[in-house]
């Protein structure tokens, strides 16, 4: 097992990102993203969230949970409180093998730190490798604590409190 | 540049090299009322597609011209059917296998070469992967090589994006 979330996605990615999707709860929606569960192990797990062009999320955090963000495809503007969010567009860009330039690309979201997204025209695909630390993993979609995306969003975090 | 001589061959390579996940920069995804994709990897002519659909969804019977295909299961709760048959019942499949994960996570599906379809998504959602072999086009998405009823406005204006790009 591993010390935290970082050793966890460092593992995860080194690994050869084992696609093994769980049973129990591997997809959920809001109004504007859906996310798939690739793995989970323990209090660690990684969910992949694809993301709809032009849409943002509303600063929020997600209690209790140690996350880290890992850049697949897309153009995705992300922001953390209290953090230097360089623009990305200066990286809206083909690496040499034909992938995003920003592939692989990873930063931290530390616990309670408000974080929020704005996606441009292409959407947005990232691995949100997770934590969590009081409770066995659901999905970031449901525990969220912030202005929700819109009703889709209510009706999923609606839907798990009823589990 | 490697290629394949058939989807199940890129299938078995892709599944081999141990699922490389490297979506390309261009075109990598697509959105419908129904569901997400994800392009993972592309190729020549051949790609796979990661897709993730709403629960408590179906499509109208439809194809994707010119295109081979072949689809592994994840997770969830769905089937597609094919040529006009029901939907299968996978009911007796609905069920943990090991790790944790579906007792379907890696079987194959459908193997769809361009013929009629449908897919149906039950209330937990699902998951799955498309492997495609693409004859005369460069690769894109099945989403918008779609003949048939659309699922909605985001698939309409997924397709008019990709024709008019």
Same mark, same amino acid.
């Given at each position: #097992? ?10 995860? #990615? ?23 569960? #690739? ?72 616990? #309670? ?51 | ?79 597609? @059917? ?15 296998? @090991? ?67």
């Amino acid at each position: #097992m591993w010390n935290n979330v970082q050793e966890f996605r460092d593992w995860y #990615m080194s690994s050869g990102m084992p696609l093994r999707p769980p049973f129990k709860n591997p997809v959920f929606h809001t109004d504007n993203a859906m996310s798939l569960c #690739m793995f989970r192990e323990g209090r660690f797990q990684v969910e992949l969230y694809l993301t709809e062009p032009y849409s943002t999320t509303p600063p929020h955090t997600h209690p209790g949970v140690e996350s880290a963000f890992v850049y697949l495809a897309g153009n995705i503007q992300f922001y953390l409180e209290g953090r230097d969010n360089p623009d990305v567009q200066q990286w809206q860009k083909s690496n040499e093998n034909g992938n995003h330039f920003l592939l692989g690309t990873t930063v931290d979201s530390p616990d #309670m730190t408000p974080h929020w997204l704005n996606i441009g025209p292409e959407g947005g695909a990232f691995l949100s490798f997770e934590y969590w630390k009081n409770e066995d993993p659901v999905s970031v979609t449901v525990n969220w604590q912030g202005q929700t995306v819109g009703t889709e969003h209510d009706k999923t975090i609606e839907s798990v409190k009823h589990e | 540049m490697k290629e394949w001589n058939e989807v199940e061959a890129f299938k078995d390579w892709w599944i081999a090299a141990g699922c490389p996940i490297r979506p390309p920069f261009e075109y990598p995804i697509h959105i419908t009322d129904m569901a997400y994709a994800l392009t993972v990897y592309r190729k020549g002519q051949y790609q796979v597609e990661l897709y993730i659909c709403k629960p408590n969804t179906e499509t109208q019977v439809h194809a994707h011209p010119g295109i081979e295909s072949l689809s592994v299961y994840l997770t969830g709760n769905l089937s597609f @059917a094919t040529n006009g048959a029901p939907f299968p019942d996978l009911s007796q499949y609905q069920k943990e296998g @090991a790790n944790g994960t579906h007792l379907l996570l890696g079987k194959s599906l459908e193997s769809i070469n361009g013929t009629p379809h449908a897919l149906k998504v039950n209330q937990e959602g699902g998951s799955f992967l498309l492997f495609q072999r693409w004859a005369n086009k460069k690769p894109r998405s099945v989403a918008v090589e779609y003949d048939g009823v659309t699922l909605g406005h985001k698939h309409d204006k997924q397709i008019e994006v990709a024709n008019v790009e």
